[in-house]
């Protein structure tokens, strides 16, 4: 018998477990370089471990029977801090933080979102939160504070008709002082959707692309806020915009960035990012439709009412996984997809009678279809069969591609394309105990019948492939 990979387990702890966290919690700080002035957590005393943890508590995680990190959980209004993070010298790499990440998620539920407080003398730290889905909101020396949103909004927006209609919609719930930024390749409908803010705050002149001058001001026809709309394509920083001699403060108006991602960050404690991507749809009905995603940040947005417009996604996890969109398609189609959304990951779903077979990540614990990365040299096809092959122990049989579908992945809100594909067995795995020989773990779903720590993403997906192997 093979033993499956060991898998970190998070627990709740009180006041009563501020022994075993800082057990943990201290040598972590204790392996980080000398700071001035030193990390609270140092000089922290059991006892105040324990007052700290007797107001929400905090999560403790376990490898192979060790205690090897914990952090405490801080709720402030509606954001929860994690305080004391920290992972044991010696069992990095493990997915460890990952796992407690995880967990604060679970544990914040009803909360807007999570928020860390970091020392920017430590830059790899900064990093690491920051490829966790955190974002700077704030710089004040030696700390940087960075806040991870715990929703996203997603809306369908069939033509430039109704983008300027959803721009419309968001500029009623806009104010003096608010920073919109704006992501989405060349011609997604940035300026579009600007259009319809400017139309919604009734501002002075036709909003055009302002990449011929950087910035453009729009002052109000009324007495609500003006609109100042910035391309920052061209810009190095945002510190640059305090050269371009703005007549209005953007204390007074509504700043929106196109191609802000990454550079307009410093303009705000709080800000409302805006995704803009093309829609999966079917190219014979002419329509070029596209997929907005909004994603609060800071406390400015934690009562935000979004517009009506708004459509829950196809599936979702609770770390901002979404499935956007399917699309049922012929296997060529792949080779058509918008180039700037990257293709990286192949399903299988693979049935035997009334059951569909189901994998265990070892890094979280879900219940997951077979499948995995593509690699570099491989198509689609090739990297779901060769998963298959890996993760079970015996071949797919006859193999059918199902369709595609787009992504929101996890900490890091990247958009991917998924291939799936579906086959079905003549014959069930061979497992010892469930456990495969190629130590994945194994297990039976039917669908329509819950199982604990299924994913809800993939038995979406299998659902489907069933669906359209039926017609």
């Known amino acids: ?56 508590g905090g999560l403790v995680a376990r490898y192979r029977g060790e205690d090897v990190g914990g952090l405490v959980l801080d709720p402030v209004g509606q954001t929860m801090y ?50 966790q889905g955190f974002r700077e909101i704030l710089r004040d020396p030696p700390n940087v504070e960075l ?18 209609a959803l721009g419309e919609s968001l500029a009623s719930r806009l104010e003096r002082g608010d920073l919109v930024v704006l992501s989405g390749e060349l011609g997604a409908g940035k300026t579009t959707f600007t259009q319809g803010v400017g139309a919604g705050l009734a501002v002075r002149g036709q909003v055009t692309s302002p990449t011929f001058v950087i910035a453009r001001e729009h002052p109000s026809l009324g007495e ?38 990454g550079v307009a960050e410093g303009l705000a404690e709080s800000r409302l990012e805006v995704r803009i991507i093309r ?41 901002e996984t979404l499935l956007v969109d399917f699309l049922p398609c012929a296997e060529d189609e792949l080779d058509s997809l918008d180039p700037a959304i990257p293709l990286r990951l192949s399903l299988m779903t693979a049935r035997l009678g009334d059951r569909v077979l189901v994998v265990r990540n070892a890094v979280n614990g879900e219940w997951e279809l077979s499948g995995g990365e593509v690699g570099e040299h491989e198509t689609p096809r090739d990297a779901a069969v060769r998963r298959f092959l890996e993760e079970t122990g ?36 061979p497992t010892e105990d469930g456990v495969a020989p190629t130590r994945r773990e194994l297990a039976w779903w039917r669908p329509g019948e819950a199982m604990p720590g299924l994913s809800p993403i993939d038995a979406h997906l299998a659902e489907v492939s069933l669906r359209e192997g039926h017609r």
């Open 279 to 319: 829609a999966l749809a079917d190219e014979d009905d002419g329509l070029d439709p596209r997929r907005v995603l909004m994603t609060p940040i800071g406390p400015r947005w934690h009562d935000l009412d979004t517009p009506a417009s708004e459509r829950r996604p196809l599936a979702a996890k609770r770390d």
């Open 1 to 56: 018998m093979v033993t499956p990979p060991a898998r970190v387990e998070v627990r709740r702890v009180g006041p009563d477990d501020a022994a075993a966290l800082r057990a943990v919690v201290l040598p972590a700080f204790e392996a980080r370089q000398p700071l001035d002035p030193p990390a609270a957590a140092l000089a922290e005393t059991e006892e105040q471990l324990a007052e700290l943890l007797s107001h929400f």
């Open 82 to 131: 994690l305080r004391r993070f920290g992972v044991a010298p010696g069992h990095q790499g493990h997915g460890v933080a990952r796992a407690l990440i995880d967990a604060a998620v679970d544990a914040s539920h009803g909360y807007e979102d999570l928020t860390v407080v970091a020392r920017e003398e430590l830059p790899g730290i900064v990093r690491f939160w920051e490829r």
């Open 394 to 429: 015996v071949r797919a049989g006859p193999v059918a591609f199902v369709g595609v579908a787009t992504a929101q992945i996890g900490h890091a809100r990247d958009i991917e394309f998924l291939a799936l594909f579906r086959t079905t067995l003549v014959v069930e795995p």
């Open 224 to 261: 609500g806020p003006g609109l100042v709309h910035v391309d920052a394509y061209r810009l190095g920083g945002i510190d640059e915009l305090d050269d371009l001699d703005l007549d209005a403060s953007l204390d007074d108006v509504v700043t929106v960035v196109e191609w802000g991602e």
């Open 147 to 164: 806040r991870r949103p715990l929703r996203t909004f997603l809306f369908d927006v069939p033509d430039a008709e109704a983008m300027r």
